[in-house]
């Protein structure tokens, strides 16, 4: 079976100090699979390397970011990683003085777009219509939300599984952010990659799946994750 991935970093993020597999990776054992995910990016940039991909696979898996991210224009020539804005936390606004010339200008003015412009509820309608527009026309998609405003009505994401190892570690997200390099592959820790192939693994044999918080492994193993900065 071919199998399409496409989504944000909770579909395809990997640190070299961490050799654990992904759950992509797991998936790679027994399917043909096809890593369309890049960090950061927005829905639009999935949507659409489906419309042009979507053939060459018997079922793609599209993990769902959140609404409101920003894909610089093409005409500054980025590299990919450097193409999309997710907020006013992300580290290329935050970080200005780390870029010069255009670069710099480009990141000033998602910076201003974030404080002055953005409407949530705009960027949430547009969101819904996306996948609505990618429901009707493609099948065989099955749909994984990265965060719990991914998908309306949606009562799971992925990010709560990140959320609950840090709860179960004693530690916030802005602690991680400021304080921490974070090395776990796609936001998660080993075992719950393992886990989470597991019941993908279902979703492509057309099983019913819920996923149960409570069934996510916590680990003790914190200091080999989050390296002091």
């Known amino acids: 079976m071919r199998i399409g991935i496409f989504g944000d970093s909770f579909a395809n993020l990997k640190f070299e100090e961490n050799t654990t597999p992904t759950w992509v990776d797991i998936l790679s054992t027994k399917y043909s699979i096809t890593n369309h995910a890049l960090p950061g990016s927005n ?14 696979f018997d079922k793609i898996i599209l993990v769902v970011t959140e609404p409101g991210r920003l894909k610089l224009s093409k005409w500054l020539s980025l590299e990919e990683q450097d193409q999309f804005v997710v907020g006013m936390s ?11 010339d255009n670069k710099k200008l480009a990141y000033e003015a998602a910076a201003q777009y974030f ?14 219509l996306m996948l609505k527009d990618i429901v009707r026309s493609k099948e065989d998609i099955i749909f994984v939300p990265a965060f ?3 998908w309306h009505g949606s009562n799971f994401s992925m990010h709560q599984i990140y959320l609950k190892e840090n709860e179960y570690w004693n530690i916030d997200d802005d602690t991680i952010r400021n304080e921490y390099t974070d090395i776990r592959n796609c936001h998660m820790t080993a075992e719950n990659n393992e886990l989470f192939a597991i019941e993908a693994e279902k979703w492509l044999d057309g099983k019913p799946v819920h996923i149960n918080l409570d069934d996510s492994v916590t680990t003790t193993n914190k200091d080999f994750y989050l390296k002091q900065k």
């Open 115 to 128: 404080l002055y412009l953005q409407d949530n509820v705009y960027d949430n309608y547009i969101h819904e």
């Open 90 to 100: 992300d580290s290329k606004v935050a970080n200005l003085d780390n870029f010069k």
């Open 43 to 56: 829905l639009y940039y999935s949507i659409d390397l489906i419309q042009k991909y979507h053939l060459e």
């Open 148 to 150: 719990k405003n991914s």
